[in-house]
Structures are given as C-alpha cells and as structure tokens.
C-alpha cells in the first residue's frame, strides 16, 4: 500500500460508514466558511443528509418539494446571482429526469450549480431498480463544462463537496445510501482531477471508483496470493479524467481492469478505454453491470449478484493479463 | 405615460419589427411569428419599465429578463442593439457560424443576456431562483420572464408556478405571450390552456389580463405588477402571433420560416407604411 494515510483498517475488517453522511457534513463545513452555499432539497432532506445544513442554516436552505425539473433551474438562477447552490436527490432524478435541465439550462451556461447526486449504484438495496443511479456517470459525462466526482468512502465525500465549491462550473457528486468501506482517513490527500494510486504494482491495473476502490484492494490482495502483482488506482474524477496517470500505467503495467457501481456502458470504463485505445492500446476488462436493471435486495447481496465484488474482479485481471501480447 | 413616450415606445417597437424581419431574412430560418408578437413587450421592458444600463450589462442594480421561449431571441436580440448593447450590424449575423447571436440565447456569449435558452419550459423556474437570490439578499431588483403560451404544456412551467407562489416572489413578473398559435395549430385543440387566468389565480397568481400590443396597457399592468405584494404577478398578453406583418398574422405556419426575398420587400413595405401612420 502506499503511504497516503490511508485507513489502517482496511484489512482484515474496514469501518463503514454511508458516504452521503459525508456530502452532508460537507455542506455544513460549506456553510460555516462560505455564505454563497445554499442547499436545495426535494423533499428527501433526511436521506440525502441535507437536514443538517438545513437545521444549522435554515435561511439558505431551500425546499422546492418533489419536484426536480423545477429544483434544476431555479438553482440554476439561484447561480446566475452568485449564489453556489447545491442540488439534493437521488441520481435518477437529479441527472435522469433533470437532465435537460442540467445540460441546457446549467451546463450550456457554465453555471455554478452543484449537483449531490444520492442513491447512485445497486448497494442502494431494497428498493430496486426504480431508485438505483446506474447511468448517472455515463449521461452526466457526455455533458460538456460538468466535472463528475465518485468519491470512494465518507472522507473523501466530504472533502468532494467541500472541493467542489472552490471551483467554477457544474459539477456532480455521486455517492451511495448503504454503508461502504472507510478506505481513506481525514488525512488522505485528495485533488480534484487527479487520480490516486493507493497500491503499487506492475503486472495489472485495477481502476475503480466509488466503493469499488475497495473490492479492488481486496481484489489486488488475493491477486498477490496467485503471484500477481496489481496496481490499484482510486479515480474519483471521472471527469475530467487524469489521463497522464492512466497512460503511465498502462505503459507500466500492460493490462487493465477497470471497477465501478454503474453500467458499463458509457461509464467510467468508458471513460478510461477512451483514453488508453486511442494513446496505448491494452487489453481492458470492465467490471460493472452488463446492461441490465438492478432489482430489490440486500445491498451486499446485489453486489454479489451483479458481479462487483473482488472475486470476479481478480479473475478479470487475471484474463487481462493472459490478453497481453508477447 | 405622455404622448412623447408613447410615440417614442412606437417607433422603437417599429425598429425592432423591422430589425426581426430582416434578421431572419438573412439568416434563411428563425422564428419570425412569435419574435413579431412579444415586439411590444420587450418594446415596453427595455425603453420602459426594466431598469438597466447597456453601457454596463452586469450592473447590479439591472433588473433581470429571462426570455423563456428563447426561439423568440429575434425580438431579444433586436431590443439590445436598439438599446445600445452592440451595433445594429450586428443583428444581421443571426443563426450564422461564429456569431454571438445564436440561433436560441447564449448568455456566455453576448452580454444582456441573463439566461440561455431555448429548451422550453424552463425560464420560469430560472426565474423564480434569481428572484429569490435578490430576496435572500434583501435587494429590489424585479424579475421578468416571458413565456409562450405553447410553452405552457410543459409541466415544469406548473412547478415553478407552485414554488414563485409560495415563496411569495411579489418581485418576479412573469408574461405569457398569448397568441394561440403553436408549431402544430391552435394552442386549444393541442392541449386546451383555458380557463388559463383562473389557473394561474388558483396558483396564487396575481393574473392581469391585457392587450399585449397596446403599449400603454402593457405599461399599465407592468406598473400594478410593481404595487403587488406577497404573490408573483402574471401578465396574460393577449397577442396576434406574426403581428405587424399581414401575411404572418394568426399563421402557425409562420411560427419557424424566414421569409422570401419578395416577402421580405413586402413585409418591410407594410411596415415603413407604419412608420407614416
């Protein structure tokens, strides 16, 4: 592992701890430092966590009902006064349904509206598929002028949203309503834009983000068991993507994996297969669900399911290395 | 208002019907029908009512226009060239590669415009969120927003309607281009908008009802809109799609057509006869 002061708990047994408990003390460490953040809520403020900036700042909290079109654009002019409004709901409303409205009205205008986007990927559990963000990254990163964040655990989803109000223009925060491991501390560098790697290795690369990050890591240890050693990068920008990091180990270590709680179409694999087929070519197996809609059941039960826990993720490394060429 | 203003706001709405004409002449498509029928709205806003320096568009004191129905941007465009913003030249590069008049409104590139759109539906709600920017930060600047009536079956229209209302934004106005025409007809055999003040009453609306080619009616209901409190206002204005130019009047058909050469020559006849008159 490397020295990023990464949690010391990662192994045998992380912490855990829901990550939009970390969008949701973001906003309050916002709201303490800078009186511009305001918050928007369509009627879900305890789930999406707002409630706590709404109890600490009831003035610059702003209820809109259930009614995410309308949320969209009004934060969109709530921005064009200077205000750095913070959009709440779930992914499949915030980038489905509002999703002319964040690409005409917001991006189009570069627009300084943020976008916490909750219940993203399958772990959102029994409430199924109506309510799991699987297509969020793929329809938000086709948007030009949006930045999109898959932080990894609690800490770096604080520090995502507190990040994302230091920059101009929209940005989406994704994170997830189950608990998920604590792969990282308070103390864990985090840069917009720039991607991490959190272990060494040269005979694969395994790219994920979000709480694949962490089946990853597990994923990398039993590699090393087989004799394998496998890079692990934590990207949670997945735009814009930090393509030098990527290249570097696609020269280094030749084969790739990549991990994430969305679909595999158009998602962050995508994102990471547009950079390397078009600078270094190697071998790529994606990790993420394969064109399907999720369904109601235990979090850890669905992960399984859909194929996105460590196991299959070491067997997909290993066929990535067997892809290699000479 | 005097007859000296009265008969400056009509030369001034003349021009701009004349500058939309021959801006979407040039440019060989736009929206000609519905940039005619709000002519004297934004006539009335930006010689008017609407306080606003074209030496400073981002002047803070400015009151804000947010054009909903950003196809109409002909009107738009034509109403800041005549006030000053940029040269009248200009206006000829409409819809044409490279230009800062995009075929629906760009704010990033042309300065005085508060909003880009033109995916309809939208504006009210951008609206209500500037209006309640200038709440929270105790100001008085007023909020305009012109919408279609076509524009109106969009139901996030209906959700912002519902959050200007109970937020009480008394500083917004919004103003329904009312001509009845849509892309496919009559706006009634589409998706009936009638009873529509009464909808907009029961929505917590302050609704005034007015000619929407009667400058002084307009002038009027945007002066009660001023001396309304606690509730939003809605400008119904009933208007004739196409207005000034006989053969576009109450024609659908003219709603996204630029006109012919021969067309053109006719239409701007007409109107220099106005000028006469």
Redesign the interface.
Known sequence: MIDLFLSPKIFPEPERTPTRFGYGDGLVELGKNNPSVVVLGADLSSSLCVDRFRDAFPDRFIQTGIAEQDMMALAAGLAVSGKIPFVSTYGVFSTGRAWDQLRTTVAYAKLNVKVGSGHGGVSVGADGATHQALEDIAITRAIPNVTVIVPVDYHETFKATVAAASIPGPVVIRFGREKVPEVTTYKTPFTLGRAEVYRDGDDVTIAACGQMVYESLVAADILSKEGLSARVINCHTVKPIDAATFLRAARETGAFVTAEEHQVMGGFGSAVAEVLSQNYPVPIKMIGVKDIFGQSGEPDELMELYGLKAEPIAEAALEAVKMKRG | MGEAELRHLKSMSLAIRQDIVKMVAEAGSGHPGGSLSIADIVTVLFFDVMKHDPGDPCWEGRDRL?LSKGHACPALYAALAESGYFQKEELLTLRKLGSRLQGHP???KLPGL??????L???L??????????K??GKSNRVFCIMGDGELDE??IW??A??AA?YRLDNLCGIIDRNGLQIDGDTESIKSLEPLADKWRAFGWNVIEVDGHNLRDLFSAMHRFRHTHFRPTIIIAHTIKGKGVSFMENQAGWHGKAPSSEQTEAALLELSKEVVR
Do not use: K, P, Y
């Open positions: 947010v760009d704010m990033c508060e909003a880009s759109t033109g995916s539906g939208q504006g709600s951008l609206a209500s969120g500037i209006a309640l920017a200038m929270m930060d139901g996030q959700e912002a519902m959050t109970h």
